[in-house]
């Protein structure tokens, strides 16, 4: 047993020591980038090119700021009556989804306790469930056994 890890001990280090060597002095470079792909980008040429299109907000500017007329023109009052269909379909679904959970409920307590009503019902079972062995006899060196079960 001894020698037999003292071989595969010997044959880990001589493995591991190649690859060692190998990758060091004998595995040649795999240059995976050519110089004609790369491409280089720099921010300040194309902040540069674009300084006109740049503007600098400050807090003061966003109250007068401009926006387009769709944004500007809403008006509540006609948009009112929609609100309250959106608050009576949001209503009925939140109350929907109540019903739904009570009933979930409901239905996890009736499971729990069916699973509890079997349970208490084995064990009922397996207490009334007795076996009694008696020996019989002895008929020439034989014995003979007979079992009952009560409950």
């Not at 001894?2 to 470079?29: H, P």
């Not at 009576?88 to 009503?117: A, G, R, V």
């Amino acid at each position: 047993m001894g020698t037999f890890i003292i071989i595969i001990l010997v044959v880990y280090f001589i493995y591991y020591g190649a690859n060692i060597v190998y990758d060091l002095f004998f595995r040649k470079e795999k240059s995976t980038e050519h110089d004609d792909d790369i491409q280089e980008f720099k921010i300040e040429e194309i902040a540069e090119d674009n300084k006109e299109n740049v503007k600098s907000i400050g807090i003061d500017d966003v109250e007068t700021l401009i926006t387009p007329q769709e944004e500007t023109n809403y008006n509540e009052e006609e948009d009112n009556g929609e609100v309250e269909v959106n608050m009576k379909q949001l209503q009925q679904k939140h109350e929907e989804e109540q019903q739904l959970e009570i009933f979930n409920k409901d239905k996890d307590e009736i499971i729990k306790k069916e699973k509890k009503k079997r349970k208490e019902r084995f064990f009922e079972l397996m207490k009334l469930a007795e076996t009694n062995v008696q020996m019989v006899g002895d008929i020439q060196g034989q014995k003979i056994y007979e079992s009952a079960m009560q409950f």
